[in-house]
């Protein structure tokens, strides 16, 4: 996969193709794609009046992201926070957390378990490390209507690549989910069905009705 835009062959359509057919409205121009650093991102992302941004290839793109569907992540990522508290597993970060998955991808999904066991010392990264080196355990998306499919699967090849061991990819639309244990090896979960945490967080479920009917505040 190439990491830099080559001035000579490449045009935007090239750049949002491989970036997962993105809309160009979320590629950010400056510093020029291709180009952007680490230090770039960090800059970015701690301007107050900016959208968070994941690093993907030396390009800065805007996270895809709704009120609706922060919502709903923070309804997950609270049920998760209860069963931590409950059993010290491990820690979450939510969606604008930015993670340094691979070399030159920082990705930042809505909600990110990480074992303990993951962390050198069995300890959170140090706050001066601003996107820490970090492989979750279990990554939660939930789409937007800006995601690609194509998008959605470079993610899946990211993670599994880096090491994440579960994905969960939520459709408010549906009020459904797709379990991934690898790149090609998926499990729908239907909106009258449980996310399970099965190894990965032992103890762990959730019905997918109770957080759409709590998002919606239609639980009867």
Known sequence: MATLLDPQTDTLEDLLHRLGDVSPARVRL????????????????ERPDTRVCEWVDGTLVEK????????????LGGELYIHLRDQDLGMIYGEA??????????????????????????KP????DRVPSVVPDLVIEILSHSNTPREMARKRTEYFAAGVRVVWEVEPDTRSAMVYTAVDR????ATDGELDGGTVLPGFRVSLKAVFDRAGRTES
Do not use: C, M, Q
Request: without cysteine; positive net charge.
């Open 125 to 128: 990264p140090p706050r001066s």
């Open 186 to 189: 998926a499990t729908p979960v």
């Open 30 to 45: 400056f510093p020029s794609p291709g180009t952007a650093t680490l230090d770039d991102l960090i800059a970015h992302n």
């Open 64 to 75: 895809a992201v709704g009120a609706y569907e922060s919502w709903v992540g923070f309804i």
């Open 97 to 122: 957390a930015v993670l340094r998955i691979l070399p030159k991808v920082g990705r930042a999904p809505a909600v990110a378990f990480v074992a303990w066991s993951s962390l050198p010392g069995a």
